[in-house]
C-alpha cells in the first residue's frame, strides 16, 4: 500500500456538473499558484464541455485559458479529459484533426489527456491514444462504468487487459453517473489492479449520495488515484469533497500527504464564488440534493434535467414517471450502451418520444438512427437484426470503425477560416464548434480593429463561413 494520490477537479469537472462550466479564466488564475503548491496529483483544468462553454457562452478563447492556467501551475500536472473520437465535440472527426488536437493540446501546456468512448469500442480510442504517446503525452485511458447484463467483472477485466495492450499508461473508472456502490468498488479496483499492471484512478460523482463511501473502499482495494472537489463546489452532481477525505486518510497508510491547513486557503478562495453563482442562479440547490433516481434509472443528472425540459416544453411534464421507466429499454434494446454524451441525450430523446406518440419508435430521431446504424461504434451487446430492420430499414449497418469512413479533413478546415486565423489552433476551435467558432472570431476581431465584425470582414476581405 503507498499513499493515494488527488486529482482536483474544481477547475473542469466540479463546475461543470454544478454551474454548466460557467466558472471564467479570471476566477481562476488568482488561486493558481496556491493550488499548486497543494502537492496534488494532477489538476483537472480543462477537456469536457469547459472548450464549448469558452467560445459559446464566455466568449473566451479555450487554448488562451490553457496556456494562462500553464503559466501559473509549474510543478502540477494539467490534465484534460477526451471523447475520443469525438475529440470535444458531439460526432466523429477525422484521424488527422484527432492527432492536431492532441499534439496542440499537449504543446499549450497538457500533461495527462484521459480519453474515453461512449461505447466502450476501443476502436474509437486508438487514434487518440497513439498520438497522445506520440507527442510524450500520459495517455490515462477511461472506460465508462455502467451496469446491465453484460458488465460484469470479466467485461472489465477484459477491457483493461485491451486498453493495456493498447498503450495506455493508467486506466481510469469513468462513473459519470455515480452509479458505482462502495463494495461493488472494492471488488472491481481488486478485479483490475490483478488482471493489470496499470494504476488505477477512480472518478465518480455523488449524485446518488455514494461518492465518499465509493472512494473510500476503492482506496482499500489499492486505487492509485482518486478524483475529488474542493468543499464549496463538490457533492450533489459534482465530485465528493477534498478535505474530507484528506483528514481520513491522515496518519493511515493511505495518508495522501496533503495538508488541511493548505486546503483551508483554496477552500476560502471557493467560498465567495459559490455564494455568487448562488446568488445568480447559476448554481441550482437542486444540484446539490442527493438524487437516487440515479440508481433507480441509470440517469444521470444532467439527463434527467433535460428529460424534465423535453417535457415540459410539450406540456407534458406529468409523463416523466412513464419516460423514466422506458429509459432502461430503449436502452436494452440498442445494446445497453453506458448512458454518458452522446449517448444518454439519444436514448433519452427516443424515450421521451416514445411516450409521447403513444406508440414505440414511431417516430426516430436521426441520432438514434445512427445508433443503430453503427455510426457511433460498436455497442456494448449485439443490437437485434429484427429491431435494426425495424429502425434503418434495408440500410446495410456500419461494422467497420466509423472513423475509417471518413477523409481528412484539416487542410479544407484551414481553407474555409483563412481570414481569420490568428493562430494555428483556430482550425481546431472552428473544426469543433464551427458557427459558434466563426461568432467568436468576428468578436475577436472587432475587438482588436476597434471596429464592428461586418466593416472588419470587409478590411480583411473575409467572407462569413
Known amino acids: 500500500m503507498s499513499k493515494v494520490k488527488l486529482t482536483e477537479t474544481v477547475l473542469r469537472d466540479s463546475h461543470q456538473s454544478l454551474i454548466a462550466t460557467r466558472m471564467t479564466t479570471e476566477e481562476m488564475l488568482p488561486i493558481l499558484e496556491k493550488m499548486d503548491a ?21 466568449h473566451e478563447d479555450p487554448w488562451d485559458r490553457l496556456r494562462k492556467i500553464r503559466d501559473k501551475v509549474k510543478n502540477t500536472k494539467l490534465q484534460m479529459l477526451f471523447r475520443g473520437q469525438n475529440i470535444l465535440g458531439y460526432r466523429h472527426y477525422s484521424d488527422d484533426v484527432v492527432e492536431y488536437f492532441v499534439q496542440k493540446s499537449i504543446s499549450n ?11 466502450n469500442d476501443p476502436r474509437n480510442l486508438q487514434t487518440a491514444v497513439n498520438a497522445t504517446k506520440r507527442e510524450q503525452g500520459h495517455a490515462q485511458v477511461a472506460f465508462s462504468y455502467t451496469t446491465g447484463p453484460c458488465y460484469t467483472l470479466e467485461y472489465y477485466a477484459n477491457y483493461a487487459k485491451q486498453l493495456e495492450e493498447m498503450g495506455a499508461d493508467s486506466i481510469c473508472i469513468k462513473d459519470m453517473a455515480g452509479l458505482l456502490k462502495p463494495f461493488e468498488a472494492y471488488e472491481l479496483v481488486k478485479t483490475l489492479k490483478s488482471s493489470t499492471s496499470l494504476p488505477v484512478q477512480l472518478h465518480t460523482h455523488a449524485t446518488a449520495g455514494l461518492a465518499s463511501m465509493t472512494l473510500l473502499k476503492a482506496i482499500e482495494a489499492g486505487v492509485d488515484i482518486v478524483d475529488t472537489a474542493i468543499s464549496p463546489l463538490s457533492m450533489g452532481t459534482s465530485q465528493p469533497p477534498t478535505e474530507p477525505l484528506v483528514a481520513t486518510l491522515a496518519g493511515t497508510e493511505w495518508d495522501t500527504g496533503i495538508s488541511l491547513e493548505a486546503l483551508d486557503e483554496i477552500t476560502r478562495y471557493f467560498d465567495p464564488l459559490r455564494e455568487k453563482y448562488l446568488a445568480s442562479g447559476q448554481l441550482n440547490p437542486k444540484a446539490l440534493k442527493v438524487d437516487v433516481n440515479a440508481l433507480l434509472y441509470q440517469v444521470p443528472g444532467g439527463m434527467l434535467s433535460n428529460l424534465m425540459n423535453q417535457l415540459a416544453e410539450a406540456g407534458k411534464a406529468d409523463l416523466l414517471p412513464e419516460v423514466l421507466a422506458e429509459v432502461p429499454r430503449v436502452r436494452a434494446d440498442v445494446g445497453y450502451p453506458p448512458l454518458v454524451t452522446p449517448s444518454s441525450q439519444i436514448v433519452g430523446t427516443q424515450a421521451v418520444f416514445n411516450v409521447l406518440m403513444g406508440e414505440r419508435y414511431k417516430t426516430c430521431t436521426k441520432e438514434f438512427k445512427g445508433i443503430v446504424r453503427g455510426e457511433y461504434g460498436k455497442t456494448p451487446m449485439p443490437i ?3 429491431f435494426t430492420k425495424k429502425i434503418i430499414g434495408d440500410e446495410e449497418p456500419i461494422t467497420c470503425r466509423p472513423a475509417d469512413r471518413l477523409e481528412p479533413e484539416l487542410d479544407a478546415l484551414r481553407e474555409k477560416i483563412a481570414g481569420y486565423i490568428e493562430q494555428d489552433e483556430d482550425v481546431l476551435s472552428y473544426a469543433l464548434f464551427e458557427q459558434v467558432a466563426v461568432k467568436f472570431f468576428e468578436a475577436r476581431k472587432a475587438k482588436k480593429y476597434g471596429i464592428d465584425a461586418t466593416s472588419a470582414d470587409a478590411a480583411l476581405g473575409v467572407h462569413s463561413v
Open 38 to 58: 497543494i502537492g496534488y496529483h494532477s489538476l483537472e483544468a480543462w477537456g469536457g464541455a469547459t472548450f464549448d462553454s469558452c467560445l459559446r457562452f464566455l
Open 109 to 119: 501546456g497538457i500533461d495527462i489527456i484521459r480519453i474515453f468512448d461512449a461505447l
Open 384 to 386: 437485434d437484426p429484427e
